[in-house]
């Protein structure tokens, strides 16, 4: 456990190094127009961005050859290698189990996830199932074939799907 959380630290860390040099800073956001109160400005920006969550997550659905539930059932970490075989990061690594097909199918074989690399903004590739723990489960986006590091788009936690229509396809995740 505390190797694990020492591995991510040191990830995080350089990860927070690099974006302090190179990574820019979101732009400002513009005051409210004027007559618009302060609560209704929050509010209508609240809603624009969880609109735009929705149609990314709708997005990733319609683009996915195939959709699944999974959960993970280990957690552990491997080394970032550069094109030299070079290790310049660790990443944690969590083995996923397929609990049911939402869109498409596929084997119901066991596939890793881990993040891909290293960009001055921070880590990339596996989405949110690589920072979850043994018994979580996500829905993993599938690109083609079978679900593999090279073919998952990305994967959710269930507590940040906010399309209704992908909550419904979910359903309880504990009953199957």
Not at 40 to 68: D, M, T
Not at 80 to 87: H, I, M, S, Y
Request: overall charge negative.
């Amino acid at each position: 456990m505390f190797t694990r959380h020492l591995a991510l630290a040191a990830l995080l860390s350089v990860a927070l190094m690099s974006a302090a040099e190179a990574c820019p800073p979101p732009p400002p956001t513009p005051p409210p127009p004027p007559g618009e109160s302060i609560e209704a400005y929050n509010a209508r920006l609240a809603e624009e961005a969880q609109a735009r969550v929705i149609g990314y997550q709708r997005g990733w659905w319609e683009r996915a050859q195939s959709v699944l539930l999974a959960r993970i059932e280990r957690r552990d970490s491997i080394s970032l290698k550069d094109d030299r075989g070079v290790t310049y990061a660790r990443s944690p690594r969590v083995l996923l189990r397929p609990v049911r097909w939402l869109k498409g199918e596929g084997p119901p074989r066991r596939f890793y996830l881990n993040y891909s690399g290293l960009t001055d903004c921070g880590p990339y590739g596996g989405g949110e199932a690589v920072d979850g723990e043994v018994g979580d489960f996500f829905v993993v986006f599938v690109s083609e074939g079978p679900a593999s590091q090279a073919s998952v788009v990305t994967s959710l936690a269930l507590d940040s799907i906010v399309d209704q229509d992908l909550k419904d396809r979910i359903g309880d995740p504990d009953t199957h």
